[in-house]
């Protein structure tokens, strides 16, 4: 019996060792190895979990878990640049505080079942600290910040990267600031080809990750381990080809992920819309709605399909549907543009009191272009442009309203007022049309992937310039 004991006793022990994280080769042990027992069934986004990461930093401010779960906490609730910015504070400090202290266990790389079990949680809590910390960069526009973390965890080369795929995220940030040159952003080349091209050598490079460490992880999670981490560069693939209207290649990388829990149909309706397969488009958008996790974010599905009920002679049920949208989202990501999208719909619906209050409060709104492509530009693009169709829609609201309008000093004092606004609008938006080095792939080419407007706005642009100028460029695309 007493050696029983012994033996019950040193097992104990034992696991006590393993559980801890080799218990008497870290800092403040006992404490870390009770806030590890602690955290098993906490969520770190819950109000339960902001209590138990200020219990945790008073218990050990050392330990990176205390850092972590308050740094998750104000990410899932921040929505501006500022609740960004503070998130950034205590998940840097948790990431500084996980490689200080467990650099050799982030370096293991086995197939050994035990011995994966032994550092896997420590694996993931580094790379979901990265995953937020890179989000929390980005939505708070610190792109340099975003290449340098990536850069940094991509050198602690995991073999599982549980949530921040380090090349897919470099192939990210790199097509989504394309329009910018090395100028503005040290990790970007000096025209938007050569972004292009770059972005999809990061994913070539990131296939060739999950090759390099396919056999490891195989072992240890599935035999179809490796088909299934292929499929979220497929996603970046995807975007790329379809946004260089690559139509072939986007599909074939589309049918490569149809049938998986991964199936992107907001970006397959995007897809299918440039290719004025509205019907097919809307679809899918459907599809996408349905699978909506409420995100504090733009759902594109939403803004999109908006455009397209105009286009079915809808826009009663768009405006109704951004309604919606609005009452749902609040003032969180996303506000705005469903505010530009509802503005159009009350454009196109002849009420233009309507359409020019949402389109100023979507003037108004500091929108986080959040886990999207489109950026500030694009939406300040969409603001001025619905502003000249409605100025120009109510100079024609004028003449139809007063059939002797050309006598009347009321009449043409309201057209003068109107041409004038009409004029400054058109000066604004030639010369942001002008500075932008995207215009032969998004304005030209009237159904883009990173359109923001419908093909008939474009017209009230063009109209009262070069009409053969645009009339050959837009043949040509």
Partial sequence: MKRRGLIFFFLLALAF???????????????????????????????????????????????????????????ERAADFLGYKNAIVPLDKALGLIEKDYQKALQVKTADPYAYFNVQQLHMDYSMIAYYLFQAYQNADMNEESYALIRRVQKQDLQKNWMLEPYNMLSWITH??????SSKYSFLKDDIAANEQLANAYLDSALLHTNKYGK??????????????????????????????????????????????????????????IQARF????????????????????QEWAYYSSILNIYRGMPLHAAVSMREMIRVAGSTPGFGWYNIALGRACSYEGNLEDSRKYIDRAAGFKEVHIGTTLSQSSYEFAINLLRLVNTTKSIQQVKFENKNWWWQPRSWYHLNARKVEKYAQQYLITNQFAANPERENVIYKLFSTESIVGFDEIWYLIKDFSTNFFIKNLKQN
């Avoid at 989504?176 to 040159?181: A, D, G, L, S």
């Avoid at 990388?253 to 049938?259: K, T």
């Fill in 17 to 75: 060792c393993l559980n801890a994280g080799l218990l008497y080769a870290e800092p403040n042990a006992t404490a870390r190895y009770g806030i590890r027992a602690k955290r098993g069934n906490i969520k770190p986004d819950s109000e339960e979990g902001l209590a138990a990461s200020r219990e945790f930093i008073r218990s050990d401010s050392t330990y990176y878990v205390g850092w972590m779960f308050q740094g998750i906490y104000q990410s």
């Fill in 176 to 181: 989504r600031n394309r329009f910018y040159t």
């Fill in 216 to 273: 490891l992880n195989g072992t240890l999670f599935s035999e179809f381990y490796n088909e299934y981490e292929k499929l979220s560069v497929y996603h970046y693939k995807c975007i790329l080809h379809a946004y260089n209207f690559q139509l072939d290649s986007a599909a074939h990388y589309f049918s490569l992920m149809e049938g998986s829990t991964m199936f992107p149909y907001n970006n397959h309706g995007t897809f299918l819309a």
């Fill in 279 to 298: 019907r097919e488009a809307m679809e899918e958008y459907e599809v996408a709605s349905g699978n909506d996790m409420g995100d504090k974010r733009l």
